[in-house]
């Protein structure tokens, strides 16, 4: 076993040498792939550091929750303010100091902990052609015909889950668990996460998939496939926003804050929208590329603090599982 | 086979392996655990659906066993491969495969709407059902076939030179073997159907559907409740033991004598039997090899633009099984006795999550989770393959102990000679097949990796998921193909081996 860790170690080979301080960042699986903003991000922050990031992925408020103190990481990417309370909670994060002033999100930012690097608002996305009158509020969908056919993720298991039941429930308020109950029959099925269900949605199989209003983007802008859309309700989309944090044990506080200060940059920001298919946290819309320029985006953002979602949450879950299981 | 002292020790590690990790999860549990109503709901839903699953897959197991052992035509082999493909794809690719037939979208209910009928639903407990089949029923019909070529041909020509009708053949020399069989393949794929969880979700239709591993799942991800995660963890686990350990008690003896390890003749058949089987088989190949066949079609346009880094996660695929196939052999021969057995079932019977956060909480102070990923994953790996491999060799090993060890005594063979001259040579078909299926079902594993798997050292499967989560489904597809040939090629080789120069 030690030959083949061995033998696994060489195809990995990292580049790092010796003397180069290391920083780690925790985030995401999607994030650092190569397919992710990961590479580029590294590459361009190494550019400026003199020093060797480097992104370990995973599920990082979990690993963070388990390492305690104890933890490698420096900084983290990726956490979500849905789960925020339980991060913050844990007292292993330290202020950001970064000035927020220069953010560009739709809602006002103020947290000194959490520092938001792109966001993106949930979405039922539809294909024009086998759905041409998509429903264009939420209450149109609420009495559509039954045969609109949605794929959900399960608030069990995902962050997108979560973040449709807390949707629902900013919408709708008490009557959240008879909405459930009306859209119920045009649940076509609920997925553990959200791949499987954009997976069902790209095979035909479903109207409609619960994902986020820039999914559009990827398909205009790598794959020139202008059928797919986000609609727009004006009820309100929630808001889901993606954070980063410096660890405050870290080995590299100077390093640390460099790369929180790096997040606001224009790089960074500039390398968010086709890399990680989400809209920059810091960069005027002027700025964007022109495919996200022209998404269709809500005017009305809902969004429940952190200490509002770790409230409701459970209450959000029960009613939702109480409603789809009749 | 081993000496008691092995095997004891053996059957320990396995067990430390197991326990120690849901004591790690149990013992860093800042809060009581819960179990409400909707842990109660989530409990009679898995019992259900694993025990429906179960007997369907082995029950229609036992037709496709007996008609595969009975025929003999050209291509046998490659369908016997085929038919273990679906069992060791991840379950997201599977479940795509299945849409693609059984879906609103799919083929079935295009044929239905052309011929004017009502459109079936993939999705409810019926999707639940035929997925588990689907994934299952190879293995099942496997498990059986192993038995029917396990009968000894003096016995077959003894039943011919009696006369037997076909009535009395079944219950005099077939139904002693399945009856040894039956239960604990049964058992293995209910402790399988146990841990279900995204194929359930999916295609159960939404939350009605919910197992205890969803359960665990959320408790871990959102609640980061490690009593509940630790509590259910444990419910499993009792769940599948005890149903390891039923199978075993109401598994009979086979004492009918040995053999001469010659192959069965073949009977003349009447034609309408040998078309009859055809048909069973027919409709078998269509159910599971369809699915995957168009997922192929759609997979092999993005073939070209996989790139390196996936090419690179596929070797470390390979390095991977092979190493996982290796430690589960080890294992599984000392281990191949009744009680090894339902050890063994612990390797399965705890979720990933579990295990994964156990192992990550017990090595974290002496060396960084992240690099001995692969190393652990490699363990959890042969460990969750372990039940499968004993299922396959532990009849075999026992059938020759006991037919042989007097004759081995009187020869005074000693322990290697034992092993050499009368196991191996018997031991070669299931071994190989024992071989080729913890193989590929290590290639297809997205248990443990996904905790700590860095994109780095990432899987193949891994990949596939990171492919999805980026938009790439067309390049996720050519990932899954590449990931199903290649388990496909790693099972083939593997049962190759063990086949290589037997007499059929």
Same mark, same amino acid.
């Given at each position: ?54 992104? =370990? ?28 309370? =339980? ?27 959490? @520092? ?24 149109? @969908? ?185 | ?332 021969? !000392? ?94 078909? !299931? ?74």
């Amino acid at each position: 076993m030690k030959n083949f860790t061995f033998a696994a170690g060489l195809l990995t080979a990292s580049t790092a040498l010796a003397d180069t301080p290391v920083l780690t960042v925790y985030a995401p699986d999607y994030f650092a792939s190569e397919w992710g903003p990961g590479p580029s991000i590294e590459a361009a922050f190494e550019a400026s550091c003199d020093c060797d990031l480097q992104f =370990k992925t995973g599920d990082v408020l979990g690993r963070i929750i388990l390492e305690g103190t104890r933890t490698d990481a420096d900084a983290v990417i990726g956490l979500n303010t849905d789960i925020t309370k =339980k991060a913050r909670e844990t007292g292993l994060f330290a202020p950001h100091g970064q000035d927020v002033a220069k953010l560009t999100l739709p809602l006002n930012w103020t947290d000194e902990v959490f @520092l938001p690097f792109n966001y993106s608002h949930t979405a039922f996305i539809y294909n024009t052609e086998s759905l041409p009158n998509a429903p264009q509020s939420f209450d149109e @969908l609420l009495a559509a015909d039954d045969s609109i056919s949605l794929v959900i993720q399960d608030p069990r298991s995902s962050i997108s889950g979560l973040a449709l039941v807390l949707w629902v429930k900013a919408v709708y308020g008490d009557r959240a668990e008879s909405v459930w109950e009306q859209l119920a029959p045009k649940i076509l099925t609920v997925t553990k996460g959200w791949s499987e269900s954009y997976g069902l949605f790209t095979e035909g199989e479903a109207d409609m998939v619960l994902s986020y209003t820039t999914s559009p983007a990827y398909h205009i802008v790598a794959e020139g496939d202008l059928t797919k859309k986000a609609a727009i309700f004006p009820e309100g989309h929630y808001f889901m926003v993606e954070l980063a944090a410096k660890i405050a044990g870290t080995d590299n506080p100077e390093l640390a804050d460099a790369f929180l200060a790096f997040i606001l940059t224009d790089t960074f920001q500039n390398l968010i929208p086709t890399g990680n298919w989400s809209l920059p946290a810091a960069l005027p819309v002027s700025e964007w590329p022109e495919a996200f320029q022209e998404l269709p985006l809500p005017e009305k953002v809902l969004f429940y603090s952190e200490d509002e979602a770790a409230d409701l949450r459970a209450e959000t879950i029960e009613e939702w599982r109480r409603a789809l299981s009749k | 086979m081993a000496p008691r002292v092995v095997q004891i020790i053996t059957g320990a590690a396995l067990a430390a392996f197991v326990i120690a990790p849901l004591m790690a999860v149990w013992l860093n549990a800042g809060s009581s655990a819960r179990f409400g109503p909707a842990e109660w709901a989530a409990l009679r839903f898995t019992l259900m659906q694993a025990a429906l699953s179960a007997a369907l897959s082995v029950l229609l197991a036992i037709p496709l066993a007996r008609a595969l052992a009975r025929s003999r035509f050209w291509g046998r082999d490659v369908t016997i491969m085929l038919l273990g493909a679906p069992f060791i794809l991840p379950v997201l690719v599977a479940v795509l495969g299945l849409i693609a037939v059984f879906g609103q979208n799919g083929l079935l209910n295009d044929g239905l709407h052309a011929l004017g009928f009502e459109p079936l639903s993939i999705y409810g407990l019926q999707g639940v059902l035929l997925a588990h089949v689907f994934f299952n029923l190879p293995l099942a019909t496997r498990m059986i076939l192993l038995g029917w070529m396990s009968l000894p041909a003096e016995r077959i020509r003894l039943g011919q030179s009696l006369g037997l009708g076909a009535m009395a053949r079944f219950y005099l020399i077939e139904w002693p073997m399945i009856r040894r069989i039956l239960p604990s393949a049964f058992a293995v794929i209910f402790v399988i159907c146990l841990s279900s969880f995204a194929v359930a979700l999916t295609l159960g239709g939404g939350p009605k559907a919910t197992t205890i591993e969803l359960a665990i799942y959320q408790a871990f991800r959102f609640e980061f409740d490690f009593a509940t995660a630790a509590l259910l963890g444990l419910v499993q686990l009792v769940l599948s033991v005890t149903a390891a350990a039923l199978a075993l008690w109401l598994a009979g003896h086979d004492r009918l004598g040995i053999g001469l390890d010659r192959p069965a003749p073949l009977a003349l058949r009447p034609l309408l039997q040998r078309l009859l089987d055809m048909v069973v088989i027919g409709c078998a190949m269509v159910f599971l090899v369809l699915p995957l066949a168009l997922l192929c079609i759609k997979g092999a346009g993005g073939l070209a633009d996989l790139g390196t880094p996936v090419w690179f996660a596929a070797l470390r695929s390979i390095a991977l099984a092979l190493g996982s196939t290796a430690l589960c052999l080890c294992f599984a021969l !000392p281990l191949a006795t009744r009680w090894g057995e339902v050890i063994a079932t612990l390797g399965i019977a705890v979720s990933p999550l579990v295990l994964g956060t156990g192992l990550f909480l017990i090595v974290r102070p002496y060396v960084n989770p992240f690099d001995v990923a692969l190393g652990v994953t490699l363990c959890v790996n042969a460990l969750m393959s372990l039940p499968f491999a004993l299922r396959i060799l532990r009849p075999e090993v026992q059938a020759v102990e006991q037919n042989f060890s007097r004759l081995s005594s009187a020869l005074g063979l000693g322990l290697w000679g034992r092993f050499r001259w009368v196991m191996l040579p018997r031991l070669r078909r !299931p071994l190989g097949f024992a071989a080729g299926l913890t193989a590929a079902l290590s290639m297809g594993d997205l248990g443990v990796i996904a905790l700590f798997g860095d994109a780095e050292r990432a899987t193949l499967p891994l990949k596939l998921y990171q492919l999805m989560g980026s938009y790439r489904m067309e390049q996720a597809a050519a990932a899954a193909v590449v990931l199903l040939l290649l388990s496909l090629s790693l099972f083939w080789l593997f049962d190759r081996m063990g086949r290589y120069g037997a007499q059929d």
